[in-house]
């Protein structure tokens, strides 16, 4: 099992923009570097990071991540190529016609597979296709939205020709259980695979809160899409807490303990699931209180960059 962490967060969350630390955070290089055996940027991946303007790419950053990993021998999972979110300006308000807005989407996913041919071996392609009742988001999503259901699948094409080599996954949050929502993505990917689209892989984000309870049919969810011949994999999970009553309590910490150990459990308990992700290393960079007010103590590491309990819940079991 491949056990990773989000390289680095920083990031720009409405009008506010945080560091990330992995530019000059030395400490905090050296726990991603040694406490995991894959990386996948939180960010730097992005469009917003890759495409400054049409027909231009910035690779800086994500170069700066794939070196390290490397330096590292850690692999990459690459994080994302379609998704409704984090999407320049000039993708979002352009004036494009349909055909043109293909052909930008086409250039951009090989372009960016075609540069890490080798160096990223998996792909999570489509990011959060789906709203929670089981159909896809078609507002909100630009691809989807003006290109129609159909370039779902010329994403996974493309995206193999440029890298055949790559495992191709779908990803989400709330696709843990069996629900309407996972549902969707099982008959999608069915179909998919029917008609000989390169799907390969099945993304649960898994953001969890002690708060929310997980769901217990996690181990069977993921089963039956390991079922389909899809890898499937736990790729941004962190357990947040309500502190709006302040420090996390003895029994928040327990609960949180639990529920990393039952996703870890699950994961390693299921043959498809092959890499096992946290989304931030740390609490002092975890997107959680950005995100979500009065929320946080979501990682397995203080914000001192000490280990906490719920890093030994973990370790033990493996
Ligand atoms: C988050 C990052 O952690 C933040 O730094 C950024 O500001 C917003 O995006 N689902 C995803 C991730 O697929 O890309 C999101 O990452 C968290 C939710």
Known sequence: LKIGGAAAGGGHHGAADYPDPFHFDEEYRELIATEFSSLTPENQLKWDH?????????????????????????????????????????????????????????????TVVERYAGRIDQWEVANEIFHEDGTLRMEDNIWLRELGTDIIADAFHWAHEADPDALLFFNDYNVEGINAKT?????????????????????????????????????????????????????????????????????MIEEQNEFFAFVLESCLAEASCDSFTLWGASDKYSWVPVTFEGEGSATPWTDDLERKPA????YDIL
């Open 183 to 251: 549902d969707g993505y099982y008959a999608l990917i069915t179909d998919l695979l029917e008609q000989g689209v390169p799907v390969h892989g099945f993304g649960l984000q898994s953001h969890l809160g002690t708060m929310y309870g997980y769901d217990p049919s996690l181990p069977d969810n993921l089963a039956r899409f390991g079922d389909l011949g899809l890898k499937t994999a736990i790729t941004e999970l962190d357990v947040r807490m309500d502190l709006t009553g302040g420090e996390p309590t003895p029994e």
């Open 50 to 110: 890759l495409r400054p303007a049409p027909g231009e790419y910035d690779f800086a950053d994500a170069d700066a991540i794939v070196e390290f990993a490397e330096q590292n021998d850690q692999v990459v999972r690459g994080h994302t190529l379609f998704w409704h979110s984090q999407n320049p300006e000039w993708v979002e308000n352009g004036d494009f016609t349909p055909e043109e807005l293909r052909e930008i989407l086409h250039d951009h996913i090989t």
């Open 311 to 314: 890093y030994y819940a973990m």
